[in-house]
């Protein structure tokens, strides 16, 4: 297996994440900052934070296929989101667990940071997503 996840006990829980990746790859994929548009730069999901954190997974996921990875390759996921607050939790996770099964998004996640932000691309943009995976 090219990554091992795990969580060290006496690390902060419940998390739906693991704390730490080990990846035994030589390949390294980086995944850009994702955002929620289409491939002619039509905005999608204008104001939903929930269908944009989708939508970012969903671009994310194609990237790391067009390398012939998948979410299992994936050592650290970094989302960046706008004007961050606990009140929002809820419509992020939604996105999350709306795209689980599709994406086939481990359970819990590897290593994942959600970083505030006051602005991304564009005032729509509420969300951005980068990836980094190892592959053999």
């Given at each position: ?13 419940p998390?739906p ?31 939903d ?47 999350i667990?709306n ?19 006051d ?18």
């Open positions: 297996m090219t990554v091992q996840l795990l969580s060290p006990e006496g690390l902060f829980q998390v994440y693991h704390h730490v990746a080990i990846g035994t790859g030589s390949r390294q994929v980086h995944v850009a900052g994702q955002i929620a548009r289409d491939g002619d730069s039509n905005r999608l999901a204008t104001g934070l929930t269908g944009q954190v989708e939508i970012v997974l969903r671009h994310t996921a194609s990237g790391l296929a067009a390398a012939g990875a998948t979410f299992d390759d994936v050592v650290r996921l970094r989302f960046f989101a706008v004007g961050w607050k606990p009140e929002k939790a809820d419509a992020f996770m939604k996105g667990e795209v689980t099964e599709e994406l086939r998004l481990p359970t819990p996640l590897p290593p994942v940071s959600l970083i505030g932000v602005y991304l691309w564009e005032p729509d943009v509420l969300v951005e997503l980068e990836a980094f995976a190892v592959l053999d």
